[in-house]
């Protein structure tokens, strides 16, 4: 498929924080080939904060998502309103396809999903999305360039190695981030940065998000040992109601160990993720977050795959525990967590 001179293209699909990261190497990949086409991304109001300042986009259409079939129905609806005002000549997405053929047809524009061009195709989202772009004749090896080979990373045609994120913070994010980790880390202690929970009943039902979550317990068990050696500043993220409950559980279960962050917007959290010696989170977005601006991780998995949605890090600052048996991520033990972040900081200290 030939993109026409001045199309305007659409990627859709990317309704959260680590599946906005993981469109950033398609981004990145089209504009490199297609300077003359205009790239529209639909996403949703709290990940869109990802892009801004990218020179990849030419324009962000962040529309409301909520649950259930209703909230389904009327994303749609909202979504072809707002990029009516777009005339895409194409949208292409590799989740949710049904929804977004909708929107396609709706709009009456031409569609591009994963799947289509490999049926039954596995691999990671990030590379599908570039096996889409690479389906349109855009050249994809850029946006690979430099990236870690990850091993047993699945592999996917015209992909020469795994893609790599890209968040674009400025001068004065990155200052005040620094003030903010001082404040934080007196003595210039590494600190350490524990991701409360990945709860999101409004994609994955609420069974479902608690499979992801690791036990508050562990968090405090792993809290208190971090906070005696290294002797590190131990803080915890929480954005939603159920993470700061859970932040606070942390903080009592392990004698004040930690303390809980106060409410940081997306970019803000990616800065000072940034100058942190290492982030303790399961499969969410700010584990994403993380690995964009290079921050050390240990990422603990449950029964998502990271085969499919694993962070992009290169091997040697990031640690990936997963159940030795299929199960929740409560199954990985507070133990294996600790030797993980040790390494990691001792790593760190290193360099």
Known sequence: MNLPQGSTVVIAGA????????????????????????IVVLTTPTPAAVLDGSPHVDRVVAVPRGPGAIGRWAYVRAARIALARERPTLLVTVRDRAM??????????AYVADGIFAPGRAGHYAERALACIAALGVPVAAATAGAPAAAGSPAVAAVAAPPRYEIHLTTAERSEAARRADALRPGGRPLVVLQAGTRDTRFLGGARARLRDWPVERFAEVARAL?????????IHAASAGERRAARRIVALS??????????TVRTLAALLEQAALLISADTGPLHLGAAVGA????IYG???????????????????KPSEPGPAALVPADAVLVEARRLIRSGRSE
Do not use: H, N, Q
């Open 100 to 109: 977004y053929e909708r929107v396609a047809r709706g709009l009456g524009t």
């Open 227 to 235: 906070a005696k050696d290294p002797g590190a500043a131990v803080a």
């Open 15 to 38: 309704d959260r924080i680590g599946d906005l990261l993981f469109v950033t190497p398609s981004l990145r990949a089209l504009r490199a080939a297609r300077p003359d086409v205009r």
């Open 303 to 321: 029964p998502t795959d990271p085969g499919l949605t694993g962070p992009l890090a290169p091997a040697d600052r990031m640690a990936l525990l």
């Open 255 to 264: 004698g004040g160990a930690a303390t809980i962050l106060e409410a940081l």
């Open 296 to 299: 050390p991780i240990v990422a």
